[in-house]
């Protein structure tokens, strides 16, 4: 059966129109005004935002990391997604050294098979590029992991070597996929963290504290310098202060094809949290790590002026109660992630369209446009006209929301942003025309989340 969404204004990266939207097998058919019902199931959308379902290219779900594994896994991850608007995800396949990619896609294909509500894509985590390593990546591109992830931190863990960089670049200037960093000079980081070890600084703030801006600046501004050499785009993960958003800005302006991101929690929480009492300053604990309240009114301006394109989560949660406490007396084992793969649409427009800092249209761009076009998933995702995968979100501007871990649907006991007050929220989610959350109500299942393959040579490469 049709579906007939009536009387919405529809909101995209470039226009608000007011128009239906009528969908056909899981797809969008026609994007005008007063379209005829012809017994098409109607969701009266007066009031409402329409929007394009949001994407989230950076998550982590079911990851091992530091002898645990995240909270939450791919079914529910993917639902509490849903529940905030997000209707497609990338997550990241992690290659273990001296193995075959081609087996770390096995192992998450098998982790989202029979549990995804929503579709997903894969990022491949390359740890090692030895042996067949570059044609590895030729094979993961064939199948639609069009973007790989590497690691300038972690000594001995992910942290790769700057000429491993270079050849994944140099390979992506052949295939056409994307490199994506995370820039933080993992080996003076690593001197950093042992003298303060070694003077009894084990709390929590001592994460940030032992993580400057500048390291993560010089790791930006190298990646850019190597991608330019290469021939190649680079994308800049979790992107979290001035400094490094500098790096970015000054290489654009130059038409460097140079991208980045930022989370929510770098543009709303700041390095005090880390030192809330009782260990609860664990649960901010992340990479790169929260900063200083001056750096975010700066994210929100590269926001606004596109030096920064898209806001992710880096949702890679972990329960404050029996995995956060690994690290009570040593900060270095509290393992690294914070929830957020629910609120990201809600925090967002709260805090950049309703006080005036992103316009209606950004705010669909950052959270779901812009992720498609430069992750290879536009036109299919990301937009609302006819042919593009109906997945879209009812967004109702008035709701009113306030977010606790009491409340959420992530697999998690804390909230980063307990008590947070918001205006604005997702009333209908539909995934390729099928309504999954209407008015807080859960009405997908586990397993119906589609595999996402990707294209190379997406918007990075225009
Ligand atoms: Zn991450």
């Not at 969404?5 to 608000?16: D, F, K, P, Q």
């Not at 080996?187 to 001592?206: M, N, Q, W």
């Not at 005090?272 to 929260?290: D, I, M, Q, S, W």
């Not at 430069?374 to 036109?379: D, E, L, R, V």
Request: charged share 25%.
């Amino acid at each position: 059966m049709n579906t007939l969404i009536r009387n919405g204004t529809i909101v995209t990266a470039s226009r608000i129109i007011r128009a239906d939207v009528l969908i056909e097998d899981g797809k969008i058919k026609e994007v005008r005004e007063d379209i005829p019902e012809e017994g098409a199931k109607v969701i009266d959308a007066a009031g409402m935002y329409v929007i394009p379902g949001g994407i989230d290219c950076h998550t982590h779900l079911d990851m091992p990391f530091g002898g645990t594994t995240s909270a939450d896994d791919f079914e529910t991850g993917t639902r509490a997604a849903a529940f905030g608007g997000t209707t497609s995800i990338v997550d990241f396949a992690i290659q273990g050294r001296g193995t075959k990619m081609r087996d770390a896609l096995d192992t998450w294909w098998k982790k989202a098979e029979g549990r995804a509500c929503i579709d997903y894509g894969l990022h491949m985590i390359v740890t090692d590029l030895g042996g067949a390593g570059l044609e590895d990546m030729d094979d993961m591109v064939r199948e639609g992991v069009a973007s790989f992830k590497l690691f300038m931190a972690y000594p001995n863990v992910l942290m790769v070597d700057d000429a491993t960089i270079f050849k994944a670049l140099a390979q992506t200037a052949k295939n056409g996929a994307l490199i994506c960093m995370h820039a933080e000079n993992g080996s003076v980081i690593d001197v950093i963290i042992a003298r303060a070890l070694a003077e009894g600084k084990t709390a929590p703030v001592y994460h940030a504290l032992t993580r400057p801006p500048r390291a993560e600046a010089e790791a930006v501004h190298r990646a850019i310098a190597m991608a330019e050499i290469a021939g190649a785009p680079v994308y800049i993960v979790h992107l979290s202060s001035e400094d490094a958003l500098n790096q970015v800005r000054e290489a654009r302006d130059r038409g460097v094809p140079a991208f980045a991101e930022t989370c929510p929690q770098y543009l709303l929480l700041s390095i005090e949290e880390l030192e809330r009492p009782n260990f609860e300053g664990a649960k901010y604990v992340f990479t790169p790590p929260l900063r200083p309240k001056e750096h975010l009114p700066k994210l929100w301006d590269g926001l606004k002026h596109d030096h920064l394109q898209v806001v992710s989560t880096d949702h890679c949660p972990f329960c404050f109660e029996d995995q956060k406490i690994l690290g009570k007396d040593d900060f270095t084992k509290i393992p690294n992630g914070g929830p957020g793969i629910e609120n990201r649409l809600q925090l967002i427009y709260h805090h950049g369209v309703n006080q005036g800092k992103l316009t209606l249209n950004r705010f669909v761009e950052i959270t779901s446009t812009a992720p498609a076009r430069i992750f290879g998933m536009y036109p299919r995702k990301g937009e609302i006209a006819p042919g593009s995968d109906a997945d879209i979100v009812i967004w109702d501007p008035n709701a009113l929301y306030t977010i606790s871990a009491k409340t959420h649907h992530m697999r998690v006991d804390y909230s980063m942003f307990e008590g947070f007050e918001v205006k604005g929220n997702a009333r209908t989610v539909l995934s390729r025309g099928e309504v999954i959350v209407d008015n807080g109500e859960f009405q997908g299942k586990a397993g119906r989340g589609n595999y996402l393959r990707r294209e190379a040579r997406g918007g990075a490469w225009k």
